[in-house]
């Protein structure tokens, strides 16, 4: 008897920003593929990250639980697969599973991939030409560009799975992230063209918490040589540097990001031709946002829209209306309980998202989720990112920098004195303007403080006590 149970193809990437897919409106590349899931199911314009950082996103996505609950807080953390996961659910319930691609929770012993019959992956964060890659535990290396195997071994794992039941695969790009190094298909890509530069790439961190100016993600200072892959040219104004070290980045960026697209284009063939368009649930998204010039930045980390906001498009064209976009707010951590509904499995009670399936299928609940809990962890390392935490609402968002490590793993203790910002997201959507001590938003600060910490007691988090001479303050 044939299982009427869906499939599933989860492919993220990793970096990948929405404002590069054309579907979102791109002003800077086109992706005809990802345009694909876009057009024949929904695209969500307020998907949000908990954290936003490869290795705690993975997390948060597999373990349906938040970061200082699932303990993987950091780039150093590392996932025991002793936990309940969504792979392990599926695979108990009869789904045949893989992941093959960016894995990038450790290996060896408990940090294995768990719950997936067949796995590939990178280890750590993978090279983008011809990679090492732990194939069920054996080391091997593969010629080849990345992006292009980890999708050759996808369909080869499709191309020979049991055709009487569901499948779960996880295809998971290592690509775009840093260091950006496309193939030679796409190498010429954009050669003669002048990329569009962002609305704040010029961006003087004035009027807002020390953190804005503190890190160092900047494009005109804080790039490498293994970025830019040639030397700067000399005799250039500051101007002129930082703008060709932009068109360097995001053109590789870019290229980077094509060859996703051709590739997702290929798995998206595979389902047509083999009669399992209308049955499998596609989802296309990426670990986080990243700052693709916007406010002068590469990188991610911070709690502001550009490395906050995720793409999320989903196709199932037996549940989901063809080309429909939703502003509804799903978070990472709702898309294990989502796509455990769909398969018919009982999510479990310490999963703490929700599943969106009723939204997919055009019916947002009454009660639905109006506000997010954002924490980042990883205290200074590697781009100097103040700690954090936060809310946002559909208009506003609240962000504490209590700028200290917490003894959390990978992270540089070094407190800085905390700070708020407070930004109104429709007078001020690229968050320029930090509104916390002006008098007419006071009703609003207290407003937010206080749903902070509701969301904050809501998923087992707590409130940082800072460190004063009159004794602790909770931020
Ligand atoms: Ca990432």
């Given at each position: 008897?044939?299982?009427?149970?869906?499939?599933?193809?989860?492919?993220?990437?990793?970096?990948?920003?929405?404002?590069?897919?054309?579907?979102?409106?791109?002003?800077i590349?086109?992706t005809?593929?990802?345009?694909r899931?876009?057009?024949?199911?929904?695209?969500?314009?307020?998907?949000?990250?908990?954290?936003?950082?490869?290795?705690?996103?993975?997390?948060?996505i597999?373990?349906?639980?938040?970061?200082?609950?699932?303990?993987?807080?950091?780039?150093?953390?590392?996932?025991?697969?002793?936990?309940?996961?969504?792979p392990?659910?599926?695979q108990?319930?009869?789904?045949?599973?893989?992941m093959i691609?960016?894995?990038?929770?450790?290996?060896?012993?408990?940090?294995?991939?768990?719950?997936?019959?067949?796995?590939?992956?990178?280890?750590?964060?993978?090279?983008?030409?011809?990679?090492?890659?732990?194939?069920?535990?054996?080391?091997?290396?593969?010629?080849?560009y990345?992006?292009?195997?980890?999708?050759?071994?996808?369909?080869?794992?499709?191309?020979?799975?049991?055709?009487?039941?569901?499948?779960?695969?996880?295809c998971?790009?290592?690509?775009?992230?840093?260091?950006?190094?496309?193939?030679?298909?796409h190498a010429?890509?954009?050669?003669?063209?002048?990329i569009?530069?962002?609305?704040?790439?010029?961006?003087?961190y004035s009027?807002?918490?020390a953190?804005a100016?503190?890190?160092?993600?900047?494009?005109?200072?804080?790039m490498?040589?293994?970025?830019?892959?040639?030397?700067t040219?000399?005799?250039?104004?500051?101007?002129?540097?930082?703008?060709?070290?932009?068109?360097?980045?995001?053109?590789?960026?870019?290229r980077?990001?094509?060859?996703?697209?051709d590739?997702?284009?290929?798995?998206?063939d595979?389902?047509?031709e083999?009669?399992?368009?209308?049955?499998?649930?596609?989802?296309?998204?990426?670990?986080?946002g990243?700052?693709?010039?916007?406010?002068?930045?590469?990188?991610?980390?911070?709690?502001?829209?550009?490395?906050?906001?995720?793409?999320?498009?989903?196709?199932?064209?037996?549940?989901?209306?063809?080309a429909?976009?939703?502003?509804?707010?799903?978070?990472?951590?709702?898309?294990?309980?989502?796509?455990?509904?769909?398969?018919?499995v009982?999510?479990p009670?310490?999963?703490?998202?929700?599943?969106?399936?009723?939204?997919?299928?055009?019916?947002?609940?009454?009660?639905?989720?109006?506000?997010?809990?954002?924490?980042?962890?990883?205290?200074?390392?590697?781009?100097?990112?103040?700690a954090?935490?936060?809310?946002?609402?559909?208009?506003?968002?609240?962000?504490?920098?209590?700028?200290?490590?917490?003894?959390?793993?990978g992270?540089?203790?070094?407190?800085k004195?905390?700070?708020?910002?407070?930004?109104?997201?429709?007078?001020?959507?690229?968050?320029?303007?930090?509104?916390?001590?002006?008098?007419?938003?006071a009703?609003?600060?207290?407003?937010?403080?206080?749903?902070?910490?509701?969301?904050?007691?809501?998923?087992?988090?707590?409130?940082?006590d800072?460190p004063?001479?009159?004794?602790?303050?909770?931020?």
């Open positions: 008897m044939s299982d009427s149970r869906p499939n599933i193809l989860f492919i993220m990437s990793d970096d990948h920003a929405s404002h590069a897919i054309s579907s979102y409106g791109s002003r590349n086109e005809p593929h990802l345009d899931i876009a057009e024949g199911g929904m695209r969500f314009n307020n998907c949000f990250c908990t954290n936003s950082i490869c290795t705690p996103s993975r997390a948060v597999l373990t349906g639980t938040y970061n200082h609950v699932n303990n993987v807080t950091t780039l150093s953390s590392t996932l025991d697969g002793r936990q309940v996961t969504m392990k659910l599926l108990a319930a009869g789904y045949q599973t893989a691609g960016k894995w990038h929770l450790g290996h060896g012993g408990v940090n294995d991939p768990t719950g997936f019959d067949y796995w590939n992956v990178l280890p750590g964060q993978g090279l983008y030409h011809d990679p090492e890659m732990i194939d069920m535990g054996e080391r091997k290396t593969f010629p080849g990345t992006t292009d195997l980890i999708t050759d071994f996808s369909l080869d794992w499709l191309r020979a799975r049991d055709l009487e039941r569901p499948f779960f695969l996880m998971h790009h290592k690509a775009p992230h840093r260091p950006w190094e496309p193939d030679d298909k010429l890509m954009y050669e003669d063209e002048e569009p530069y962002p609305e704040t790439f010029d961006d003087d009027n807002r918490a953190a100016a503190a890190a160092e993600m900047r494009i005109d200072r804080d490498n040589l293994t970025d830019l892959k040639q030397p040219p000399e005799g250039l104004t500051p101007e002129e540097e930082k703008k060709w070290k932009y068109q360097r980045y995001i053109k590789d960026y870019l980077c990001v094509a060859s996703i697209d590739n997702v284009g290929r798995l998206l595979y389902l047509d083999e009669g399992l368009a209308e049955n499998t649930i596609v989802v296309y998204t990426s670990d986080q990243f700052f693709l010039g916007d406010h002068g930045w590469y990188d991610k980390r911070f709690m502001y829209e550009e490395s906050l906001r995720m793409p999320l498009l989903i196709r199932y064209p037996d549940a989901i209306r063809p429909t976009v939703n502003d509804d707010m799903v978070l990472n951590v709702d898309f294990t309980p989502t796509l455990l509904d769909y398969a018919g009982e999510i009670e310490q999963f703490q998202g929700s599943s969106f399936r009723s939204i997919l299928s055009g019916q947002t609940p009454a009660d639905w989720q109006t506000s997010m809990y954002y924490r980042y962890w990883m205290h200074l390392a590697h781009h100097h990112v103040y954090h935490y936060g809310v946002r609402t559909h208009r506003y968002k609240l962000i504490y920098y209590y700028a200290d490590a917490l003894g959390q793993p992270t540089i203790d070094d407190s004195e905390p700070e708020w910002e407070l930004f109104d997201l429709d007078a001020d959507p690229y968050e320029l303007n930090n509104v916390y001590c002006d008098a007419a938003y009703p609003v600060v207290e407003e937010l403080t206080a749903e902070l910490h509701r969301l904050q007691a809501r998923v087992g988090d707590e409130p940082y800072h004063t001479a009159a004794g602790t303050w909770k931020g």
